[in-house]
């Protein structure tokens, strides 16, 4: 494979490390641009297996091994066509604005989103998430949808994306391994979510709201957890597309739970069992 050891902070080749704590300004590159950023090598042995190919590596000296046989081992004689640039640490945090110590950064094409009927049509158990904001939230509940076996995640267009570099770290790469793309806006997304036979329940406080325990007791085939931004909740739109809204029972005066934890609360609930 070609390594190429940089040391000067300028260096065109490294533009797609360059200032990466900007969040607005990757938030514009990354899915303009067609890439993304995978941090950790486990991260992208994950990102690797899943079938997505990398454009560069950046490194250190010390991992470089490491990084030769992961590329070897996931990519074979594609590895050959992978530039990896090795750097110091001061040169790395330069680039980034950050202390890299997790191995190596990946800059990774992002690869296309499936349709939505696509993603639905052999789904049960789906989440759509509707304008979080919080990157590490997003990590989490892909994490919590890996874990108890959801089939597919589904973003509304102003969710924070998944494969930032935040989201992914906090999801241990599960944004690799649980199918998602994005919805769109609620009138055409609820359209194509009944069209796939699924009922829609959305987790909020409401007089009207049947408990988690109870609607899990019978749950219909498919159902789509519908869960909303951090603060706001979900909006007018979501609970009138809704077919039941469902709440969590809570003790101890607390009215809910973190997005991330009503997530994993409501995915084991409804699991699919054998």
Known sequence: MTVERVTDASDPR???YRDLTD???RRVLEPAGGLYLAESAKVLARALAAGHRPRSVLTQEK????????????LGAESLATPVYVVDAE???AVTGYAVHRGL????HRPVTPPVRELLAQARRVVVLEDLVDHTNVGAVFRAAAGMAADAVLVSPRCADPLYRRSIRVSMGTVFQVPWTRLPAWREGAEL???????IAALALADDAVSLDDFAADPPDRVAVVLGAEGDGLSRQAIAAADSIVTIPMAGGIDSLNVAAASAVAFWALRIRS
């Open 91 to 93: 040169l790395a945090e």
């Open 14 to 16: 490294l533009a797609d």
């Open 23 to 25: 969040v607005a300004l």
């Open 193 to 199: 979510l009944h069209e796939a036979g699924f009922h």
């Open 63 to 74: 991992w470089l091994d490491e990084v030769e046989r992961l590329l070897r081992d996931e």
């Open 105 to 108: 950064l990946a800059s990774m």
